[in-house]
């Protein structure tokens, strides 16, 4: 009987002293250190492109402070990661509202309502609000100056819109992302020569980028020059080999093409850099096998 409860007691003390420990070490964790611990685990998910587990992160630092603005604006971020693109651009509006000062939030919403806005002057209107915003701030912001260039451009109004892109590569003549931009305005304007001349600017200034690469191929594939396409399609996946975008655009311009054997192999090296990543690109195990015949 007393070696019983000696046990008893024996088991209890532990028990007790981790109880303690657990009441003493939520007392020491107080609302705003439980927040940034949130915030930092979140951004951290995010880095890793673990979109599922930073967007709990955000939700559980939200649930401390529903407008905890670095919150907000990391659930934005894990949304666009998950592909949930409506719930990411609610979370922006949020983030916009709370803070005057987050620019990058400011263009990817005005993106946004140009994305949904061609039929819409309400939504054209509401990206101008923003591009004017972002530059009111940064008179040489570089996405801003893009941003209002596309605004223009739906208002009709293409020298204005020109001029805001050509201020953007002013602003970093080696800033490939603004060639493209203005290339693809180019385009737009079926104004092909310039178009091409100006993608190879940007290819001029960075060789070894893969996005000015895979760029200038799709512009290829719309004016019909599908070999020469293929050529700078592969280009992009050799000069950086772990991008996801180049190998996902590689394997859809197979599969389009009716190249199944090859569109195949592109998928899996795909796979391949997601493996560990179920929520990347490649999470769709149908892709991985193309049925067609040999190509």
């Known amino acids: 009987m007393k070696n019983q409860e000696c046990r008893r007691k024996f088991y209890t003390l532990p028990l007790l002293i981790l109880t303690v420990a657990a009441v003493l070490i939520g007392a020491c964790t107080t609302p705003e250190k439980a927040k940034a611990q949130h915030i930092a685990r979140g951004q951290a998910l995010l880095k890793d492109k673990k979109f599922q587990e930073a967007a709990l992160e955000f939700r559980s630092a939200l649930q401390i402070d529903e407008k905890l603005a670095d919150a907000h604006w990391g659930l934005a971020n894990a949304y666009e990661g998950l592909q949930r693109y409506q719930e ?3 979370e922006m509006k949020q983030v916009a509202g709370l803070d005057t000062n987050n620019l990058e939030v400011r263009v990817k919403l005005g993106n946004y309502f140009l994305m ?3 039929q819409s002057a309400a939504a054209i209107s509401e990206a101008e609000r923003m591009a004017k915003e972002v530059l009111q701030k940064n008179p040489n912001h570089i996405e801003g100056h893009i941003l209002m260039g596309s605004v223009l451009f739906q208002q009709n109004r293409k ?6 892109l050509n201020r953007a590569i002013e602003i970093d003549p080696q800033r490939v992302e603004s060639y493209l931009s203005l290339a693809r305005f180019y385009a737009l304007t ?6 091409e001349a100006t993608f190879k600017r940007a290819i001029a200034v960075n ?6 690469h895979y760029e200038y191929a ?5 004016t019909n020059r599908v070999d020469a396409a293929e050529s700078e399609f592969l280009f992009a996946v050799q000069v950086d080999p772990n991008n996801r975008e180049a190998r996902f655009v590689l394997a859809s311009f197979y599969l389009v093409n009716k ?4 569109a195949e192999e592109a998928y899996k090296a795909l796979a391949e850099l997601d493996k560990d990543k179920p929520e990347g690109r490649s999470g769709p195990r149908g892709l991985l096998r193309v049925d067609g015949p040999p190509g």
């Open 88 to 90: 990411a651009f609610e």
């Open 259 to 262: 190249r199944y054997a090859k």
């Open 116 to 118: 949904g806005g061609k």
């Open 207 to 212: 060789n070894s980028s893969a996005l000015a």
């Open 190 to 195: 079926n104004d092909k020569d310039t178009a």
């Open 218 to 222: 799709k512009f290829l594939v719309q």
């Open 159 to 164: 020298p204005e819109a020109f001029a805001e």
